[in-house]
């Protein structure tokens, strides 16, 4: 089925530990976003892509890293994990190259839980 | 500035109907969508409203800074976070997202 395909779906980390988030569409859209969902916040955006071989800062990317490998990969990573990067992870693509605005929707994955003990 | 505001929890017998209203205030050129988040499924695209296609959907438009979503006859199944979200094209392109409106829907 085509859509966002995000992995892992749960993850517990210890304080201090690394990990990659993946995200993979397969939809040849040029734009990617990384956001995290805490409650009461709604989602915010971490860092996007808005074509292959760039990257952006969003709304909260202190303590993330993202890497646009190709096309179709967008993965983010924690260097050094910290309990308040426990939250949900969304990872989305769109059509075109509009930065942060995708004029005709978002396709959304389906989310990785992250805890940070 | 850009910003979004949802009411928090909406709680209704099933069969009911619901509107869930969005407000805002932009600083660019708006498009308003919304989508619903079922547990552990991705957001999906349910509403798109834009300038162009603008409508009263339950007595709101996005001409009027409200562009709301009504579900008519709501079944236990339509229980979920409904998201509002905002974009604004121009110079400083934007999305803000609402902070999600729960619905649940009672027996």
Known sequence: ?117 | SNSVKQTGQITVSEGASVTMNCTYTSTGYPTLFWYVEYPSKPLQLLQRETMENSKNFGGGNIKDKNSPIVKYSVQVSDSAVYYCLLGCSGANSKLTFGKGITLSVRP
């Not at chain 1, 859509?3 to 517990?12: A, D, E, I, S």
């Not at chain 1, 009461?40 to 303590?63: C, F, H, Q, W």
Request: proline letters at 3%; glycine letters at 10%.
């Open chain 1, 1 to 117: 089925n085509a859509g966002v395909t995000q992995t892992p779906k749960f993850q517990v980390l210890k304080t201090g530990q690394s990990m990659t988030l993946q995200c993979a569409q397969d939809m040849n859209h040029n734009s990617m976003y990384w956001y995290r969902q805490d409650p009461g916040m709604g989602l915010r955006l971490i860092y996007y892509s808005a074509s292959e071989g760039t990257t952006d800062k969003g709304e909260v990317p202190n303590g993330y890293n993202v890497s646009r490998l190709n096309k179709r990969e967008f993965s983010l990573r924690l260097e050094s994990a910290a309990p308040s990067q426990t939250s949900v992870y969304f990872c989305a693509s769109s059509e075109g190259r509009s930065s942060v605005f995708a004029l005709y929707g978002y396709t959304f994955g389906s989310g990785t839980r992250l805890t940070v003990v």
